[in-house]
């Protein structure tokens, strides 16, 4: 099962705290996994402190979420978040990039 997660053009990290409530708040609700479909286009760079912030998000959520899939990102946002990535494995194993939503969709959890 996969969770559509659409952002708005310019988006900031009380955004994406109040999804991550929700995603587990729905998460704790379910024994299945669940994978993430964040639609993060229009976004031109990602906030700022985005290290600090996207391994906190990953941190909190539960066991059940599987893959999260940043579809639309520009190529810069896509560097950015690949370098968090990079200096924790376990997000490395867990982020995917997707250019729409029809090629993430194809991905095999979602």
């Known amino acids: 099962m996969a969770l559509l997660l659409d952002f708005p053009d310019e ?3 009380d955004d994406l705290y109040l999804i991550e409530g929700a995603v587990c708040e729905h998460a704790a609700t379910v024994t299945h996994a669940i994978d993430l479909v ?3 286009e229009g976004q031109k760079s990602l906030p700022k402190n985005y290290f600090r912030h ?3 998000v990953a941190d909190r959520y539960p066991d059940n ?3 999260v899939i940043w579809t639309g990102c520009n190529r810069l946002a896509v ?8 200096s924790y494995p ?4 867990r982020y995917a990039f997707a250019e729409d939503l029809a ?8």
């Open 11 to 13: 988006w900031t990290w």
């Open 38 to 40: 964040y639609l993060v």
């Open 54 to 56: 996207l391994r906190s």
């Open 65 to 67: 979420v599987g893959l």
């Open 79 to 86: 560097e950015m978040i690949r370098s968090v990535a990079r």
């Open 90 to 93: 376990d997000l490395a194993q």
């Open 103 to 110: 090629e993430a969709l194809r991905y095999p959890g979602p």
